[in-house]
């Protein structure tokens, strides 16, 4: 089992910044792929951004240039700095981690962007 746990969510005006941050716990051996997904009221789940362990980076267009996100091994951790948010960036964003196949996600964290 993987536990993830967010942070970093919160209330910000259009064109400000966040950081969100996501810490793994477990049985974290063999994590792969991390990233940040995101829900919207009514909407689908998206794709923000994803990382392999070996610093491979997949962005949606709808964020590319204005998020980047990183990773700490060492401290199993990943990160996703926002910049220039945009009232449409609004929604939850959830941790994903992928351990040989099996995803586990975390509860999330609520990012607002107001305009």
């Known amino acids: 089992q993987v536990q993830l746990v967010e942070s970093g969510g919160g209330l910000v005006q259009a064109g400000g910044s966040l950081r969100l941050s996501c810490a793994a716990s477990?049985?974290?051996?063999?994590?792969?792929?991390m990233g940040w997904y995101r829900q919207a009221p009514g909407k689908q789940r998206e794709l923000v951004a994803t990382i392999t362990k070996r610093g491979n980076t997949n962005y949606a267009d709808s964020v590319k240039g204005r998020f980047t996100i990183s990773r700490d091994n060492a401290k199993n951790t990943v990160i996703l700095k926002m910049n220039s948010l945009k009232p449409e960036d609004t929604a939850v964003y959830l941790c994903k981690a992928v351990q040989a196949t099996w995803p586990y996600w975390g509860q999330g964290t609520q990012v607002t962007v107001s305009s």
């Open positions: 477990g049985s974290i051996f063999s994590i792969d792929v």
